[in-house]
């Protein structure tokens, strides 16, 4: 993105908060960020909202800007694919409007589709990306700060075409012309100039490019340090260099928030199995199936291909033979998606080949014995690898042994194969409609698991009247189709399928809004509701001020209430309740607990907002941090939930002051004046918040924040206090906001605002 963006951005934001819209204003140079770091429920939020007001707006630099870093954010460290596919090239189409053309950033379109091309199948889009990035970059100098990114891609898109020799020519040739340029290459392309180094064979010379590029600054900081760590572990392991190559490998707990680098970060454990550092187990084998399982779903089909081949090489070292079989056939149906699979085949032969030739461990005990074998391992220390291929040979002859296959295989990550056994034991035969509860649900799990929601509804058609729509809801359910999830669970109630019915029936109905129906449907079993059921039941009812409802689930855990009747007002400590903020994060509000399931916001907040201080919140009693061990950390500690709804709102109208801090006595007696009246008041500057003197220029500590009054207090009620609580203070405070709306001493507080820098 060009300076020139940058500046439009920031007049953008005072356009947007002068028309009232802080939210969006707050949010918009806030893209950047929740693309790099992550955040990635606030950019799926706040991106397309800025896109709708810019059109609205008619500013299509400014949607440019925000549909640009919504497809960053998908396609840069979630490595979207074929799903990003049209959104990218509509973006593209989108910058070549006549009114758009002109926007320094429109090749950052260009760049954006060749990545996500890249993240579907790089070898198959290589000749696309090639000639997509040739057209522009021709016409682009090294001065362009467009330029960097856009050579980058050409590099890596010669790699994927396989002349990674051809590829290292190009990135000297481009570093030399942003040298002559003035410029320094970015980390991005000292990053790839290694990884054509590599490709090419020249390894030490790819470990060199690599510390070189350490000093480049990174176009995407945040993932500088991991994604070098991974490229540099990688290197090193094909050196030989394994203790320095573990060192540099990222952890599995960092790489896993980064799907960008499953691949490289997968071959270099591959390399580095068969050290004493790294453990070749399961668990490995489970994070790279559930890797797999998100680039299908992202469209990353070269990704995934490449997966389930290193993965199958590790289950053979293993011995998991019988998951590098079915890791083979997963390459092989994968292969087909690819538009170039040239040596797929190949590396799919020889994975069975050596699968073939893998001697499987040895069982604990006789078939017979299996079964309770299993039942009697460690749950902890068990392999479940090992115990799918010794349960293999019972499986779906035995009934118990394939409940136990079949559900740890959909545990290791193949739902598919478990459904296909239970499938041919209980559905083929005819079995379903007789099968005990268990195994239907066994069987409904694994097909939910598998997305086969075709096959479910075909063995639901088989069922009884209970257990067929107890299936069907449970399928709408997991798909999130809540009107046709409740009318299953409905009709499963009445057919007396049981609590589990009622649970999702209640479920669907709270997601529908049905609060009052949502709770009655648990109220009527309420002896045999577990605790957390009972909580479930409390907040429904709370949601639908049922006070009668709440008190019984209340008497249900032992939660004493005072009142016996009408709503629950009772002082039960401070919380904290999260909400989620206008630009798509979360604010963290100190509120008084007034029952089981509800509290009253006791801070007041910025104007724009959707809550301020008096509004009674029903938030989900469930801890969202666990209470601290430490005695002492326990008693400053002040629990946090997540709001579920605003109640009933307190018509609470906040204002904003801003100036000199006054001393302490004065500060003090401010507080009171406040308190006595019931208006809360928060402080939202720290320590390092200061002002200017007009007339030394020197740095005052500051104060800025809101207070927050009735609905039944005037503006002009609330100046006069303020006027009148301040008026002795060496530095005058402004409420320039409330100046305005009531057009009291507007110049005397713009004064204020110009002389102090407020």
Not at 312 to 332: C, H, N, S, T
Not at 390 to 406: I, M, Q, V
Request: net charge negative; proline share 6%; charged share 25%.
């Amino acid at each position: 993105m060009d300076v020139d963006i940058w500046a439009w951005v920031g007049d953008t934001q005072q356009q947007l908060s002068e028309a009232g819209n802080v939210g969006l204003a707050m949010a918009l140079g806030d893209l950047p960020a929740q693309a790099y770091e992550g955040r990635y429920p606030q950019l799926d939020v706040m991106a397309p909202a800025i896109a709708q007001q810019a059109e609205a707006l008619e500013l299509p630099w400014l949607e440019f800007y925000a549909r640009y870093w919504h497809l960053i954010g998908r396609i840069g460290d979630r490595a979207q694919g074929a799903v990003a596919v049209d959104d990218a090239q509509q973006l593209l189409a989108f910058a070549q409007r006549e009114d758009v053309r002109e926007c320094p950033a429109v090749p950052a379109a260009v760049e954006a589709l060749a990545v996500t091309w890249a993240n579907t199948d790089g070898p198959g889009y290589a000749s696309d990306r090639l000639e997509t990035l040739g057209t522009w970059i021709e016409g682009l100098s090294p001065e362009k700060p467009a330029f960097t990114g856009l050579v980058t891609q050409y590099v890596a898109a010669l790699i994927d075409a396989g002349t990674p020799d051809e590829a290292v020519t190009y990135a000297e040739s481009a570093v030399e012309r942003l040298r002559v340029a003035g410029r320094e290459a970015s980390w991005e392309l000292g990053a790839e100039s290694a990884r054509a180094l590599f490709a090419a064979g020249r390894t030490e010379d790819a470990l060199n490019a690599l510390q070189a590029a350490a000093e480049f600054k990174a176009d995407d900081p945040v993932a500088k340090e991991h994604r070098d760590g991974v490229r540099r572990a990688l290197i090193l392991a094909t050196l030989g260099r394994t203790a320095e190559a573990v060192d540099a490998l990222p952890d599995l707990d960092v790489v896993g928030e980064h799907p960008r680098v499953f691949v490289e970060w997968s071959q270099a454990v591959a390399k580095l199995a068969g050290s004493a550092q790294i453990a070749n187990t399961w668990q490995l084998g489970r994070v790279l199936r559930q890797w797999m399982d998100y680039f299908g779903m992202m469209g990353g089909y070269r990704a995934r291909v490449e997966l389930a081949l290193v993965a199958g090489d590790l289950a053979v070292a293993r011995q998991g033979v019988w998951q590098a079989m079915l890791l083979a056939d997963l390459a092989e149906s994968g292969a087909a998606e690819l538009r170039r699979s040239e040596g797929i085949a190949e590396r799919v032969a020889a994975l069975r080949a050596a699968a073939d030739a893998a001697a499987e461990p040895e069982a604990p005990g006789p078939l017979s014995e299996l079964v309770g074998l299993f039942d009697a391992a460690d749950g902890f220390n068990a392999d479940p690898e090992r115990w799918v291929g010794w349960l293999a040979p019972l499986s779906g002859e035995h009934l118990e042994a394939t409940r136990r296959h079949t559900t740890t295989l959909g545990f290791l990550g193949y739902p598919a194969t478990g459904a296909d056994i239970y499938w041919k034991l209980l559905v083929d035969t005819g079995a379903i409609t007789t099968a005990d509860s268990d195994d239907v649900a066994y069987l409904t799990t694994l097909l939910v698991e598998a997305r086969q929601d075709e096959r479910l509804e075909q063995m639901a058609a088989m069922l009884p009247h209970a257990a067929q729509y107890l299936a069907l809801a449970r399928l709408h359910s997991a798909r999130e189709r809540w009107q046709e999830t409740l009318d299953a669970a409905e009709h499963a109630v009445a057919a007396g399928a049981g609590l589990d019915a009622r649970r999702l029936l209640s479920g669907a109905a709270q997601q529908l809004d049905e609060n009052a129906r949502a709770a009655q449907v648990l109220l009527e079993v309420i002896d045999e509701l577990a605790d957390e059921d009972v909580w479930r039941l409390i907040v429904m009812a709370t949601s639908a001020e049922d006070w009668d409802t709440v008190r019984k689930g209340a008497a249900k855990i032992g939660m004493p209430i005072k009142s016996q009747e009408g709503p629950i007002e009772e002082e039960m400590g401070l919380i904290r309740v999260i909400l989620p903020a206008p630009d798509g994060g979360q604010r963290q509000v100190l509120s008084i607990r007034t029952g089981p399931a509800t509290a009253r916001l006791a801070l007041p907040q910025p104007r724009g907002m959707d809550y301020n201080a008096g509004d009674l919140v029903v938030f989900d009693p469930q801890l969202l941090e666990p209470v601290p061990d430490d005695p002492q950390e326990q008693q400053n500690f002040v629990p946090p939930f997540a709001a579920v709804r605003i109640l009933r709102p307190g018509g609470y109208t906040s204002y904003f002051f801003d100036g000199a801090a006054p001393s302490e006595e004065d500060w003090a007696e401010f507080t009171e004046v406040m308190a006595e009246r019931g208006w809360p008041m928060w402080v939202y500057s720290d320590e390092n918040y200061t002002v200017t003197h007009p007339t030394s220029g020197e740095s005052l500590p500051g104060v800025f924040g809101w207070v927050a009054v009735p609905p039944d207090v005037s503006p002009a009620e609330v100046d006069a206090l303020l006027d009148d609580a301040t008026e002795r203070w060496v530095h005058p405070l402004a409420w320039l906001d409330l100046a305005r709306e009531i057009d009291v001493e507007v110049e005397r507080h713009e004064r204020i605002v110009k002389e102090y820098g407020l």
